[in-house]
């Protein structure tokens, strides 16, 4: 066996154990209690806290997978509806209730109400170890507060710490305030993303975590 098929089939198995292990975990994290609430202060001056909670999908309140995915039909829903990809609910209901998603969902404390969630999941992508981020929603009371980017943050320690090598996602190109939003953050498009000439209507962006 060559050098490089040895250094090759070292990093493919250390890759397995990383997710053998992020994956055996109930709640990534519950190691990170700086995640767990997030604050901000309104326009009226008045301090605002949510509380943030990862859930395997089996332990998802029905009540709130609807609510999920009605939050992605208002927000994105008009963006499918305008690309080739058109809005297919279906296929939007089964995504969310695949049996190896992840979610951390953000909640008012004040009302008890959801105002965000992220679906995401531990995964190997083209080779890669990665945590996969399938979907962020935020309620448009709670845009433009810095949630949304506290919550890729959340995502983003939670890589780190179970040795993923990036972290990746999916944005519709004529979603111009997410592609934005995610450059912000330090995503750029991703090296599998579609090449021009396939005409994709999404980019795939990524961040590397190592």
Not at 16 to 33: G, M, S
Not at 166 to 179: A, H, Q, S
Request: overall charge positive; aromatic content about 10%; some cysteine.
């Amino acid at each position: 066996m060559s050098v490089t098929e040895t250094v090759s089939r070292n990093q493919a198995t250390s890759q397995q154990k990383c997710l053998q292990v992020a994956n055996q975990q109930t709640n990534p994290l519950a190691e990170f209690p700086e995640y767990l609430s997030y604050k901000y202060t309104d326009s009226d001056g008045k301090e605002l806290q949510l509380k943030l909670q990862c859930k395997r999908k089996a332990d998802m309140d029905p009540k709130l997978l609807k609510w999920a995915f009605k939050l992605a039909e208002r927000n994105v829903g008009p963006q499918y509806r305008a690309c080739s990809l058109g809005w297919q609910p279906k296929i939007k209901q089964a995504d969310l209730n695949k049996a190896w998603a992840r979610y951390l969902v953000a909640t008012d404390v004040a009302t008890r109400k959801p105002a965000a969630y992220t679906m995401f999941r531990f995964d190997l992508d083209y080779g890669r170890s990665v945590l996969y981020c399938y979907e962020l929603q935020v309620e448009a009371d709670f845009q433009r507060k810095g949630l949304g980017a506290f919550m890729m943050k959340a995502l983003e320690q939670m890589a780190r710490h179970f040795c993923m090598e990036r972290v990746v996602l999916t944005v519709l190109k004529n979603n111009e305030d997410g592609m934005r939003f995610y450059r912000r953050l330090g995503y750029d498009v991703d090296e599998m993303s579609p090449d021009k000439e396939e005409d994709a209507a999404y980019e795939i962006m990524s961040k590397a975590m190592v």
